[in-house]
């Protein structure tokens, strides 16, 4: 069964950086728009950015945009999340998921039942 595989997690101050990667062993992600989705202890999973295959198209949900920017190298087969300016409120299990249905991000939303191939997650915790 595929399964994406994130890390770059941690413990970061506020105001500090951290650099997500999403990989998928064994499996192609092109042709694929890649998104990054997080979930706070106690609230549903939200969608916080998505990447295209090719087109440079990219999604960024409200309360990232600005401070976090989505990246992929194809040669690689992974893709990235870059994230700085922390807040505590970032705070949450980060996931990745691959777009089966489009290779392009929509511009205004992202769809979480079309994503598929969910990682275990990575941990990021804002916090002084």
């Known amino acids: 069964q595929v399964q994406l595989v994130e890390s770059g997690g941690g413990l970061v101050q506020p105001g500090g950086s951290l650099r997500l990667s999403c990989a998928a062993p064994?499996?192609?992600?092109?042709?694929?728009?890649i998104g990054w989705f997080r979930q706070a202890p106690g609230k549903e999973r939200e969608g916080v950015s998505c990447?295209?295959?090719?087109?440079?198209?990219?999604y960024y949900g409200d309360s990232v945009k600005g401070r976090f920017t989505i990246s992929r190298d194809n040669a690689k087969n992974t893709v990235f999340l870059q994230m700085n300016s922390l807040k505590p409120e970032d705070t949450a299990v980060y996931y990745c998921?691959?777009?089966?249905?489009?290779?392009?991000?929509?511009?205004?939303?992202?769809?979480?039942?079309?994503?598929?191939?969910w990682g275990q997650g990575t941990q990021v915790t804002v916090s002084s």
């Open positions: 990447v295209g295959y090719s087109d440079g198209s990219t």
């Open positions: 998921a691959a777009n089966l249905m489009r290779s392009r991000c929509l511009p205004t939303m992202i769809i979480q039942h079309e994503y598929s191939y």
């Open positions: 064994g499996f192609s992600l092109d042709y694929y728009a």
